[in-house]
Every structure is written in C-alpha cells, then in structure tokens.
C-alpha cells in the first residue's frame, strides 16, 4: 500500500511537471504580453504569462468580463480561440465568429477599468454606461427612425433611486423603437429584456411561442423525427419522398479540441445520408433565433463543391465603417448536395439563422419561402455595465455581394406564403404545407 501511494504522487508530481513544462512553452510570448484595444474600441485584452483578461470598454465605464489561464493551447482546445500577432496587430479568431477581431498595443488600459462592484453602481451610472456604448456602437440608428441625442434627457439624476425593476424599465424606453433583438440587457438571474417587437401575427395572450409553433410543425410533418447528436436537428422522411429537416438552433455540442463549423458539417452529413432516399428537402428555420455562424456555414457547405463568397460585413469604427470583410462559404467535399431545397422562414428567424437563409439563397437549387427573417444579422457586441448587467447592440452591416442590406426589414423569401394567425391557434401549418407543394412541384 506504501508503495501504491509512493507511485500514485510520483505520478501526480511527474503530471504536474508536464503541465508546467507545457505552460512555459504555450503562455503568451513576449511579443503577445501586454494590453491591447479592440482597433473598433470596445474592448481590452490583457495579457500576461499567467492570465488573460477581456475587459468590455462602454465609454463610460470599463470592466473585467472575463479572465482565464493564458495557456493558450488550453484555450484553443476548450474554446477554439486562437491569438497571433501579425505585423505588430493581434489578431484574435473564435470560434462561432467569421471575422478576426483585430487589437492595437496600447502602453496601458485607461485606469477605470477594474472588476465590476454593482453595489456601488447608480441609475445614473448604468444609463450612462447604455447610452454612450449604444451612441459610440450601434449602427442602426437611422435605420429604426431613433434619434439617440435625444435619448440622453431620459437619463436620471445622480441621486436617483431606482429599483432593478424600474432601471429595467428605464432602459427599455430608451431603446424604444429599436426593434432589433439583439439590443438587449439583463442578466442570467433575472433574465434579459429587448426593445425588439414580436411578429406582427402573433397575438399577445401568449397563445403562439416559439415552442408551439414548434410542436406544430413537428406534429404537422406526419411523421415521427429522429434527433442528430449533439445538435438542435432533427429529420423524417414523409411517404412522398419530401426530407424534412427541422433545425431549432444553430448550436452544436462540440468535443474537445474540435471546431463548431467541422463538427456541425460532419453531424448533418451523416443526417443527408440517412434522407438519401428524399428527393427533396424541406428544411424549417422558422423558429431558430440563431447561434453560431460558422455552425450555419458547417451546414451550408454541404451545398456547394467550391468555395463561394456570400457576403461581406463592416463594423461600426466611430463615424465611419471597417474596410468589408468578405464571407467565404467553403465546401465541405467534393460533392454538393444537390435535390432541390426547401427552405421555410418566418419573422423569428434570427441571427445565425439568417446567416445560413444569407448564404443559401446563392444557391440554385436552394428556394426560400415563407415571410422575411427577423433582420437582426449583426453579431452581438457585449458589455458589462455597472450593475452587473449586460448589454448587447448590433454594430455590423451585413451586405449581400449585390450590395443589399437586410437589417430591419429582414432576408426575403423567394416565394412569399403568410401567416394566418387563426390557423396556427388551430393547430394547423399552411406555411409548412405550401413548403411541402413547392418541393414536390420541383421534382415533377
């Protein structure tokens, strides 16, 4: 037994001396160390050989929003986040993001930012942190018809008091007639509140949710669905040879030291192998409020044998907007899938959902219907705020290559089908059936 525990601790200790060994060889080098600031602002990135430390920069006020162990090896295979300087820049890749985000050096972070103290935290001061991250960020102003200058009256007094209900309150008058989903704040105890307004044919007693209108669509099918591993897909294949495919969120479940866009591409591969008998596919996105974007291009790129540009995006950089990045939908094989393709959307598709209507609508065999997406297409960018909140607005512009811009007014469908109200409070899917018609007409 002595000698079982004497080989237990060498073990450990010769563990121990590895990770140590590989800490020395993946913590940040010399010419990574040290503070950084988001080239757009917004953010600060600190670096040291033992942590890294993200802080969100509001204008305002400036805080700690996540610190980590800086072995960045450890951090690419947990995270698949990737830091490389290129030409005196950082350049930091994510995974779920398209887009490197590009940081400055800076000699040091501005002295304010620090660890949020929400029991020190104002109305005041959380208004303010709102309205300058939104006046200094968000890209949509003119857009939604809002004129941001004047909001700014509606912020308090600094003594003010307010509870978190009526801050809550606050905020949402101040962002009122943003309908974009993706300005949003709160946090996860309390949940989180937006501006953004639901379909104009969903009723306010509650009677239709998204997870209704979900049960609907899968009862609708007719036939039982089987669920993808690891992801929010599942599929069935009806007696006339349609492919149903019902993807409930761009999210996957990815394994360790793996990437969110191979692993989506591999799980719906095997699921296109399993409907290999279809021969056509309805694929329903109407209820998916988004995810990750390199999920919906691991999806996508199951439609095309070379690599395709589908969009470009800018960010918001003071008045102006970052040189266009150019999104490139790459192939996931040699052989696209090519029957033709349903695709079903509706005013709760959003986000990354929308990336993935952006990108197959480029594609021939591919048709949408249905009724515009939600037109929030821009990633999110976050903030802490002083009370502990977050905060989220859009500040990218998302163009096809033909130059359309969709935020606020949604992807269009090919083929425009309404949502009658009354018909879904009776358990019935015209939109799915009219889906259902368009794929068999494409095979006749």
């Known amino acids: 037994m002595i000698r079982l525990f004497r080989n237990l601790g060498i073990a450990l200790l010769g563990l121990i001396g590895l990770f140590a060994i590989s800490w020395l060889i993946y913590m940040p080098n010399g010419e990574q160390r040290g503070a950084w600031k988001l080239s757009t602002g917004g953010n600060y990135l600190v670096l040291t050989p033992l942590t890294a430390t993200l802080y969100t920069d509001s204008g305002h006020s400036c805080f700690a929003e996540l610190t980590f162990p800086a072995h960045l090896k450890l951090v690419e295979m947990l995270e698949g986040a990737t830091a490389e300087v290129v030409a005196g820049q950082l350049h930091l890749d994510v995974d779920g993001s398209l887009d490197t985000r590009i940081f400055e050096k800076v000699d040091v972070i501005p002295a304010n930012c620090t660890a949020v103290d929400p029991a020190g935290a104002t109305p005041?001061?959380?208004?303010?942190?709102?309205?300058?991250?939104?006046?200094?960020?968000?890209?949509?102003?003119?857009?939604?018809?809002?004129?941001?200058?004047?909001?700014?009256?509606?912020?308090?007094?600094?003594?003010?008091?307010?509870?978190?209900?009526?801050?809550?309150?606050?905020?949402?008058?101040?962002?009122?007639?943003?309908?974009?989903?993706?300005?949003?704040?709160?946090s996860p105890e309390r949940g989180y509140d937006s501006p953004s307004l639901p379909p104009d044919w969903i009723p306010t007693d509650g009677s239709l949710t998204r997870q209704s209108l979900t049960e609907i669509a899968i009862a609708g099918v007719g036939v039982a669905l089987t669920d993808v591993a690891g992801t929010d897909v599942s599929y069935g294949l009806r007696d006339d040879g349609i492919g149903y495919i019902l993807i409930k969120s761009m999210n996957v479940d990815v394994p360790f030291g793996g990437r969110s866009q191979e692993t989506a591409a591999a799980a719906?591969?095997?699921?296109?192998?399993?409907?290999?008998?279809?021969?056509?596919?309805?694929?329903?996105?109407?209820?998916?409020?988004?995810?990750?974007?390199?999920?919906?291009?691991?999806?996508?790129?199951?439609?095309?044998?070379?690599?395709?540009?589908?969009?470009?995006?800018?960010?918001?950089?003071?008045?102006?907007?970052?040189?266009?990045?150019?999104?490139?939908?790459?192939?996931?094989?040699?052989?696209?899938?090519?029957?033709?393709?349903?695709?079903?959307?509706?005013?709760?598709?959003?986000?990354?959902?929308?990336?993935?209507t952006l990108a197959m609508r480029t594609i021939d065999t591919v048709t949408v219907l249905g009724?515009?997406?939600?037109?929030?297409?821009?990633?999110?960018?976050?903030?802490?705020?002083?009370?502990?909140?977050?905060?989220?607005l859009s500040n990218q512009t998302?163009?096809?290559?033909?130059?359309?811009?969709?935020?606020?007014?949604?992807?269009?469908p090919d083929q425009p089908v309404a949502y009658p109200t009354e018909a879904f409070q009776n358990g019935e899917d015209p939109v799915l059936a009219a889906a259902i018609e368009t794929a068999l007409s494409l095979v006749e």
């Open 124 to 186: 005041k001061d959380v208004a303010d942190a709102v309205w300058t991250a939104m006046n200094d960020h968000y890209a949509f102003f003119d857009l939604h018809g809002v004129d941001w200058a004047e909001r700014k009256a509606l912020i308090p007094t600094a003594d003010a008091q307010l509870s978190d209900d009526e801050v809550n309150t606050l905020l949402l008058t101040m962002t009122a007639g943003l309908d974009d989903g993706h300005v949003h704040f709160g």
């Open 268 to 356: 719906f591969g095997t699921m296109l192998s399993a409907l290999d008998a279809a021969k056509a596919l309805v694929i329903d996105i109407r209820y998916n409020p988004g995810g990750s974007d390199s999920v919906s291009f691991g999806f996508a790129g199951h439609f095309i044998t070379s690599a395709k540009p589908v969009f470009t995006k800018t960010t918001k950089d003071g008045d102006s907007q970052t040189e266009p990045f150019t999104a490139v939908l790459a192939p996931f094989d040699n052989t696209a899938e090519t029957r033709p393709t349903v695709i079903m959307t509706s005013r709760f598709t959003g986000s990354a959902a929308e990336i993935f």
């Open 371 to 392: 009724e515009p997406t939600s037109g929030g297409l821009s990633d999110v960018m976050g903030f802490v705020l002083p009370n502990g909140w977050g905060l989220g």
């Open 398 to 412: 998302y163009l096809t290559m033909e130059g359309e811009v969709f935020e606020g007014i949604g992807v269009p």
